[in-house]
């Protein structure tokens, strides 16, 4: 049998979105084919599964919004002013209602994390890894006296994830932009204060 020949981050990415778009459960293997152009024999052959498909696309998913972050963070200015824009861009996201800017971690956590250990396990380090990368910003802050060090960096970088969170999850019954921005410059303040 010959190994298919595709683009297998474009095939990936798509399969996010397609999974952010239905979840999971309802993502059926003829979305999976709309959303990828692979064949089902295909997506077998190369992901063994839906599941493979699942497991790849996260390992995709962090792999992009890794460097997505690490953007943020390695131009210049300070690092507070690349936190506001990375809440920015949060914002942004959270405003399109497009699914490709969903979080995918969050939506598999919340359908399938109590129903696959592995996929649990994944989703955990993957979020643990974001918040060690926080943490680090903010150390990066601290050393830098943009913030004082009156509280911890991971302290904030708790704070911060779990406004991420919530941010996301209103978004969904008020998408209004001025709101979504003054949480997000509330935020913003309450994660920077001393």
């Given at each position: 049998m010959r190994n298919a020949e595709f683009d297998r981050e474009k095939v990936l990415r798509s399969a996010m979105t397609a999974f952010m778009n239905k979840g999971y459960g309802k993502t059926s293997m003829q979305d999976l084919k709309q959303a990828t152009?692979?064949?089902?024999?295909?997506?077998?052959?190369?992901?063994?599964n839906k599941r493979g498909l699942l497991l790849a696309a996260l390992e995709q998913?962090?792999?992009d919004r890794s460097a997505e972050f690490q953007g943020f963070f390695s131009g210049?200015?300070?690092t507070l002013t690349a936190l506001k824009a990375y809440l920015d861009n949060i914002v942004k996201e959270c405003q399109s209602c497009d699914a490709a800017?969903?979080?995918l971690l969050t939506k598999a956590l919340n359908e399938l994390a109590e129903q696959d250990e592995e996929v649990h396990g994944i989703i955990t380090a993957n979020l643990?890894?974001?918040?060690?990368?926080?943490?680090?910003v903010f150390e990066q802050a601290i050393e830098n006296s943009e913030i004082a060090a009156s509280r911890k960096a991971d302290e904030r970088a708790r704070f911060l994830m779990m406004g991420i969170y919530g941010?996301?999850?209103?978004?969904?019954t008020h998408p209004e932009a001025d709101t979504l921005k003054q949480l997000a410059d509330q935020l913003y303040q309450?994660?920077?204060?001393?």
């Amino acid at each position: 049998m010959r190994n298919a020949e595709f683009d297998r981050e474009k095939v990936l990415r798509s399969a996010m979105t397609a999974f952010m778009n239905k979840g999971y459960g309802k993502t059926s293997m003829q979305d999976l084919k709309q959303a990828t152009g692979l064949h089902p024999g295909s997506i077998y052959c190369a992901f063994e599964n839906k599941r493979g498909l699942l497991l790849a696309a996260l390992e995709q998913y962090k792999l992009d919004r890794s460097a997505e972050f690490q953007g943020f963070f390695s131009g210049q200015g300070t690092t507070l002013t690349a936190l506001k824009a990375y809440l920015d861009n949060i914002v942004k996201e959270c405003q399109s209602c497009d699914a490709a800017q969903a979080c995918l971690l969050t939506k598999a956590l919340n359908e399938l994390a109590e129903q696959d250990e592995e996929v649990h396990g994944i989703i955990t380090a993957n979020l643990a890894d974001w918040q060690q990368a926080i943490t680090e910003v903010f150390e990066q802050a601290i050393e830098n006296s943009e913030i004082a060090a009156s509280r911890k960096a991971d302290e904030r970088a708790r704070f911060l994830m779990m406004g991420i969170y919530g941010l996301r999850t209103f978004a969904h019954t008020h998408p209004e932009a001025d709101t979504l921005k003054q949480l997000a410059d509330q935020l913003y303040q309450d994660v920077c204060r001393a």
